[in-house]
């Protein structure tokens, strides 16, 4: 390190030594590289792992259960029963009233 001039008559001397180093910083400073593709990356995982469990609860919760309720009301079904009521109480249009007797 190099001594400063040594003071001259003059009342106001220029300024011969460089200013002091600024004093370290109390924070780390955060690293602003590529801070807006890491943000981007981490919110896009997220929203991805969001809608595959999602996805995956409405299908097992909501799908499922009605496939299985959609089986058993087929499976259970007096079809034959219930068209022939509904032909004689005349709700069918293609088929005609049978006669009463």
């Known amino acids: ?3 400063c001039a040594k003071p001259s008559p ?3 001397p220029p ?4 200013p002091p180093p600024p004093k370290p910083p109390c924070l780390v400073k955060p690293v602003m ?3 807006h593709w890491a943000q981007t990356k981490r919110i896009l995982s997220q929203a991805i792992v969001l809608s595959i ?6 299908y097992f919760f909501i799908g499922v259960p009605r496939r299985r309720k959609y089986r058993e009301f ?3 079904g ?3 029963d219930w068209a ?4 004689r109480k005349g709700l069918f249009q293609s088929v005609p009233i049978p006669p009463q007797k």
């Not at 469990?53 to 409405?58: E, F, K, N, T």
């Open 1 to 3: 390190m190099s001594t």
């Open 10 to 12: 003059v009342i106001c």
């Open 15 to 18: 300024r011969d030594c460089p």
């Open 33 to 35: 590289r590529g801070l």
């Open 53 to 58: 469990l999602s996805g995956a609860s409405v």
């Open 74 to 76: 087929y499976a259970k």
């Open 78 to 80: 007096e079809f034959e």
């Open 84 to 87: 022939d009521e509904m032909a």
